[in-house]
């Protein structure tokens, strides 16, 4: 039995009581290795090692910065073989889509070692003469990262590598679910040169050592991704001393399927977007809103296409779908029919725990006859559960779409450019697809929702930097006398 430590100042290290817990695999049920559950002066010494690291590191020019990031995006993707079978043991998600997942985490450590030689300001005339403007980046300081199961690497990675190459030192949580992939990031970043003390891991129970974390006075910023409850909290337990917070959270992203849509492509799209790692992203479409002339036909289909999709271990090449991640997902998203059936809700196939071996399985399910007001309408379930409403115009299946509390990740099929831009217009998401489904952003574009899907942040592409620097506005008057800004500018 592998047992992992914390990783605090550069050695990896027990926790204070030496407290430990168990990692299992979601398929198979057999314990995968066995972690510490830090204490909080666990995380009161790694604030405090980031502290101590932050001078030197963030005085460290940005493209040497760059080039130990450089170096474990090649060392992430000649292991990439190795951290995606992991990654399907761990999480069960199926091998093909754990390449994707180890793939945008090797695809933003690139892309944040290249910002090494941007992290670009502006600069812009003065109202005055002899006087420059411009803007620069700095890092915030010691910030705290809290990550998710159903990403192991990919989130982590989306917001480590923007954080360090901003200058930022780091304590960073992983999810108590899916820790290995997070020890393999941090070993590799650690051979790669990062220096020690600039990040720093707790793994742990999440009020300890998340709460450790947010309560902090030392950590200048929170970067949380995971459920609307836990980011209210954080958001309002990190008010106190005004860090600044990024959110991450929810989604019931919904995908408009008009009459004039490629039937076929519409149903790929569907199954891939609302079935795709077991119904676990926050992206994953949990709605899909048909014209009525199409329903008929798209559910008779639809419905055949789902019988097809093989359920089992992920390592396995011929299965379509993994297992749930843990016994409380599997209870969450088994209550979730239960209410579907309560609400009146035609539950049309799937429904039932399943799978060839004792892990967390559930059949993928689809509810038809759905109203857009019920509760599986507009809750987020966070499995591979799919309600179809139906609706006889564009106008209402826009106002059904945005009749949720979220707002991250939405799409349309159609081959009609109006709907199209209408749809791109009114649909209230950080994010639209058109004639694709509601999943597979890519790492150089923003990536964040609306409404309660977060507070505004937007991670990856250039925002990403947004995220983890403070602008720094500079006026430099070489004009050798007192110019006043405003008054001593002559209005024409
Ligand atoms: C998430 O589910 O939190 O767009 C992230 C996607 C992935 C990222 C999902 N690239 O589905």
Known sequence: MQEYKLFINGEWVESGTGETFDDFNPATLELMARLQKA???????????????????????????????????????????????????????????ARGDVQEAIDITYYAAGEGRRLLGETTPSEMPDKFCMTIRRPIGVVGLITPWNFPLAIPAWKIMPALISGNTLVFKPASDTPLLSIELVSILTEAG??????????????????????????????????????????????????????????????????????????????????????????????????????????????????????????????????????????KVTGYVDIGIEEGAKLAFGGK??????????????????????????????????????????????DIANSVVYGLSSSIYTDNIRNAFKAIEKLDTGITYINAPTIGAEIHLPFGGTKATGNGTREAGTTAIEEFTEIKTVYFDYSGKLQKAQIDVEQV
């Open 39 to 97: 204490t909080v002066n666990d995380v009161q010494h790694a604030v405090e090692s980031a502290e101590e690291a932050f001078d030197s590191w963030s005085s460290k020019p940005a493209p040497l910065r760059g080039k130990i990031l450089f170096r474990a995006a090649q060392m992430l993707e000649e292991r990439k073989e190795k951290l995606s079978r992991l990654m399907t043991q761990e999480m069960g998600k199926i091998l093909k889509e």
């Open 194 to 331: 990062l220096p020690k003390g600039v990040l720093n891991l707790v793994t742990g129970e999440g009020n300890t050592v998340g709460g450790a974390i947010v309560h902090n006075k030392k950590v200048r910023a929170v970067s949380f991704t995971g459920s609307m409850e836990t980011g209210i909290r954080i958001s309002r337990e990190a008010s106190n001393d005004m860090k600044r917070v990024s959110l991450e959270l929810g989604g019931k992203n919904p995908i408009i399927v008009m009459d004039d849509a490629d039937l076929e492509l519409a149903i790929d799209g569907v199954l891939w977007g609302a079935f795709g790692t077991t119904g676990q992203r926050c992206t994953a479409a949990s709605r899909v809103i048909v014209h009525k002339k199409i329903l008929a036909v798209f559910q008779k289909r639809f419905i055949e296409r789902t019988k097809k999709l093989k359920l089992g271990n992920g390592l396995d090449e011929r299965t379509d779908m993994g297992p749930l991640i843990n016994n409380q997902q599997l209870q």
């Open 353 to 398: 725990t399943a799978g060839p071996l004792p892990g967390y399985f559930f059949e993928p399910t689809i509810f038809t006859d759905v109203s857009p007001d019920m509760r599986i309408a507009q809750e987020e379930i966070f499995g591979p559960v799919l309600s179809i409403i139906s609706t006889d115009s564009l106008n209402e299946a826009i």
